[in-house]
């Protein structure tokens, strides 16, 4: 016989009702952006240099990160900028590119494209971030680039990785493609490397559906940057290398540009972001104070000298010990059982995936390259097997009452620790 408090995995009432999905992103267009859509698509919808809404998106964007990058280049992709960047940077044979063993993969993977080795370091256990220590400890002679990524919207350490670079002679790389508007110490990610790239991917804060951009300080990383993805219009006006300039019929051989239909999304998207930045805020701190009260989670830490942005997916970590050693996997069932979206983070550590622990470059067949990760029981293989995905919340005060039922499931989960250990016994063979 059920009570109120049976879990809804053994027979219960689930404790929210609110179909999913929970977290809608992104949201739908309004009339504003369809019409200019639909403007473009009868006035050009072709790519010509960076006129019309793709120079009006780099131009928006050097705005956004108010004055802290002199260049902003557009791309058909983050993953395209992050290869231009890393061209742009010297990555060939030969190169070592350090970077954060946990994180999605495309952070590191167009270094396979230009032969380089990609070193994987550890993460800071708080930040979810390249680990200074590990980083320092990783690098040979062979290192020039270090790869800071801001995961899940939380700054890295930027003083302690900048230092390093400073003395070591390296160049460091900011990927803030889950960072929109995050700041470290007051100053927005993406203004600290020698080269950030920004994602513009459907799942971002700031989307395009696909694109990304590549900001710089620096005149030759825009140029080399510029002519590994634009060739004319673009590489002809833009170039500021008279040498490099000879290459503007052709660039470097690639075509990586954004469509105008993407800049105009990417654009409105911008807009909006600042009203949407504010609701998350107000959304997920709730979110974290509430879950200060349930014993087996540990709440997403944000360092004091950071701002968050607009987050990226909300990760708190699952203390197993609090729940009797409870498998993750049925716990995540009984969570989805009263009604919740969530699920294990989808990315998993880099050194566990073909591309980077195989011996074999697969894009150059008989060139080797020399894979390296932590050890076992790195601190990113704890974050990994211990983390819990769930809504990037964004409807203040909307989504107050649905947060409020997320705890109370949560909670319910804990007050029913022991008829769940029972069925997971019972699951196990």
Not at 204 to 214: C, N, R, T
Not at 328 to 354: C, H, K, N, W, Y
Not at 412 to 417: L, P, Q
Request: aromatic fraction near 8%.
């Amino acid at each position: 016989m059920t009570t109120d408090d049976t879990l809804a995995l053994l027979g219960g009432a689930p404790v929210i009702h609110q179909p999913l999905p929970h977290e809608v992103w992104p949201p739908p267009a309004d009339e504003a952006e369809l019409a200019e859509l639909a403007r473009q698509r009868n006035t050009d919808i072709s790519i010509r240099g960076n006129a019309g809404p793709i120079g009006a998106l780099e131009r928006d964007f050097l705005d956004f990160l108010e004055g802290g990058a002199r260049f902003a280049v557009t791309f058909n992709s983050g993953t395209s900028a992050l290869f231009a960047a890393y061209f742009a940077l010297g990555v060939r044979e030969g190169v070592r590119v350090i970077g954060p063993a946990l994180t999605y993969h495309a952070a590191l993977s167009p270094v396979f494209a230009l032969r380089g080795d990609v070193v994987l370091a550890d993460i800071d256990p708080a930040s979810r971030c390249l680990d200074p220590k590990t980083l320092e400890a990783a690098i040979t002679e062979r290192t020039k680039v270090i790869t800071a990524v801001h995961q899940w919207g939380h700054p890295c350490d930027m003083d302690a990785v900048l230092d390093i670079a400073r003395r070591y002679g390296l160049r460091v790389v900011e990927d803030c493609s889950h960072a929109h508007g995050s700041r470290y110490k007051g100053r927005p990610v993406g203004t600290f490397g020698d080269a950030a790239v920004f994602s513009l991917q459907a799942n971002k804060a700031v989307f395009a559906g696909e694109g990304g951009i590549l900001v710089t300080n620096d005149p030759l990383l825009h140029d080399r940057a510029t002519l590994l993805g634009h060739y004319r219009d673009r590489s002809r006006d833009a170039v500021l290398d008279e040498d490099l300039r000879a290459f503007w019929v052709t660039g470097f051989g690639l075509k990586l540009r954004m469509s105008p239909f993407n800049a105009i999304v990417a654009r409105h998207a911008l807009a909006s972001f600042p009203a949407r930045k504010k609701a998350r805020h107000h959304c997920l701190n709730h979110f974290t104070r509430q879950l200060r009260s349930v014993s087996y989670l540990e709440p997403v830490h944000t360092a004091d000298e950071v701002d968050m942005g607009a987050w990226y997916g909300y990760k708190p970590l699952y203390r197993p010990e609090a729940m009797g050693g409870l498998p993750r996997s049925v716990l995540i069932d009984a969570l989805r059982a009263e009604g919740m979206e969530v699920g294990a983070p989808s990315g998993p550590r880099l050194g566990t995936l073909p591309l980077y622990s195989g011996a074999e470059n697969p894009l150059f067949p008989g060139a080797f390259k020399e894979p390296s990760s932590p050890a076992p029981g790195s601190h990113a293989e704890h974050v990994e097997q211990h983390a819990l995905s769930l809504p990037t919340f964004t409807d203040w005060p909307g989504d107050e009452p649905l947060i409020d039922a997320y705890v109370e499931a949560f909670r319910k989960v804990e007050r029913n620790r022991d008829a769940l250990l029972r069925h997971a016994a019972r699951l196990s063979p």
